[in-house]
Nanobody
Framework: QVQLVESGGGLVQAGGSLRLSCAAS????????MGWFRQAPGKEREFVAA????????SYADSMKGRFTISRDNAKNTVYLQMNSLKAEDTGVYFC??????????????????WGQGTQVTVSS
């Protein structure tokens, strides 16, 4: 079992940057691929980015490509999401999630078994 805790959210102006972190408990973090999702008010949860256990192939939603970077440090049991050039439409609650398929970069939340509680990101225009 994996417990996930996100941090790093906050209020930022459009064009600014934030770095989200997701700390995982347990000694099996490196066995999971990891993903970031977000949910805006009144909208469904959407895929942001994913990274396999060996950081080999990262995947991004089209609207995040070139602005967001996902990375992980297996020694620290942590996955990161660097967000640059933020826009008002990036506002939402950001969740990290763990997928037991360690080699995947799945976009669907149904493949992810464990979820954090989320961290709020608000981008003011």
């Amino acid at each position: 079992q994996v417990q996930l805790v996100e941090s790093g959210g906050g209020l930022v102006q459009a064009g600014g940057s934030l770095r989200l972190s997701c700390a995982a408990s347990g000694r099996t973090f490196s066995s999971y691929s990891m993903g970031w999702f977000r949910q805006a008010p009144g909208k469904e949860r959407e895929f942001v980015a994913a990274i396999p256990s060996n950081s080999g192939f990262t995947s991004y939603a089209d609207s995040m490509k070139g602005r967001f970077t996902i990375s992980r440090d297996n020694a620290k049991n942590t996955v990161y999401l660097q967000m640059n050039s933020l826009k008002a439409e990036d506002t939402g609650v950001y969740f990290c999630a763990a997928n037991p398929n360690r080699y995947s970069s799945d976009h669907s939340p149904t493949y992810y078994n464990y979820w954090g509680q989320g961290t709020q990101v608000t981008v003011s225009s």
